[in-house]
């Protein structure tokens, strides 16, 4: 056992050894180092400088370019003024007719699809029955018995 930490301990001496050798800087190069370093504004005196302002990389946006952003988002409705406003309402877009729900809500069923929601708990979307009967209502809901179906549903109202 003692063999063993005198090694140990001789190994960790010998790779110590080059660091404690190193040379010191001198006076002049820490000078050099902190004047590089003044220069490049990586140097902060007090707490205001922190932390220190980063100079852009590339060139930014022009004003006109601004307002011209501005505009665009404030006729897209994305502007909120104040925190009454947040988050800001989507703008209305079309929705379905009452009739292509209830098409729609028909395909569901006749694929089999509402059968797997009943009950409390959510159905295993894995299953090969869950994927057999998913891909029936695709096939319906983008084929011509969704057409079908959309026109008996016109037709009611």
């Not at 090694?7 to 190193?22: C, D, E, N, R």
Request: no cysteine; charged share 25%; hydrophobic share 40%.
């Amino acid at each position: 056992m003692n063999r063993l930490t005198l090694l140990i301990l001789a190994i960790s001496v010998a790779a110590a050894a080059p660091a404690v050798q190193a040379e010191p800087k001198t006076r002049e190069q820490v000078r050099l180092e902190l004047e590089q370093a003044r220069n490049a504004g990586q140097v902060t005196y007090g707490e205001l400088d922190y932390p220190p302002a980063i100079a852009p990389s590339q060139a930014g946006k022009t004003s006109a370019q601004v307002a011209d952003e501005l505009q665009r988002a404030k006729a897209a409705g994305l502007v909120t003024y104040g925190e009454l406003d947040y988050p800001p309402s989507r703008p209305a877009t079309a929705s379905k007719t009452r009739a292509e729900v209830r098409a729609d809500l028909n395909l569901w069923k006749r694929s089999g699809m509402a059968d797997l929601y009943r009950g409390a708990q959510e159905p295993d979307v894995f299953s090969l029955k869950y994927r057999q009967r998913y891909a029936e209502y695709v096939r319906m809901r983008t084929g011509a018995e969704y057409r079908q179906q959309l026109a008996i549903e016109n037709g009611r109202q």
